[in-house]
Nanobody
Framework: QVQLVESGGGSVQAGGSLTLSCLVS???????LGWFRQSPGKEREGVAA????????GYADSVKGRFTLSHDRAKNTLDLQMNSLKPDDTGIYYC???????????????????WGQGTQVTVSS
């Protein structure tokens, strides 16, 4: 049974930092993990993701150089360090997992199995 529990959201001013953490259980079924976000009036989009066989992260262009994804296997967490936050980063951030390899690992459509409940990130100008 896969379970994903997010934590670490909050409110910050532009330029600030936050770290999101996703506690992961059920690794036997998971091939890839990612963070996604949904901003008001926008479709859900990929932020950062990795395949669990190599833990090499990929990032959306909008967050490259500002966000860092890491997989802490000792703690069973997928962590997203977010620096230089902008108001456009505001949204609900979700952790997701998939048992497959096919598809774009940064696309929400490639994660149709397991999602966390989401955590709110608000960046004010």
């Amino acid at each position: 049974q896969v379970q994903l529990v997010e934590s670490g959201g909050g409110s910050v001013q532009a330029g600030g930092s936050l770290t999101l953490s996703c506690l992961v259980s059920g690794y036997d079924y998971i091939t890839r993990l990612g963070w996604f976000r949904q901003s008001p009036g926008k479709e859900r989009e990929g932020v950062a993701a990795l395949y669990t066989h190599n833990d090499l992260p990929g990032y959306a262009d909008s967050v490259k150089g500002r966000f860092t994804l890491s997989h802490d296997r000792a703690k069973n967490t997928l962590d997203l360090q977010m620096n230089s936050l902008k108001p456009d980063d505001t949204g609900i951030y979700y952790c997701a997992a998939s048992p497959y390899y096919a598809g774009d690992f940064l696309s929400p459509s490639a994660y149709d199995h397991w999602w966390g409940q989401g955590t709110q990130v608000t960046v004010s100008s």
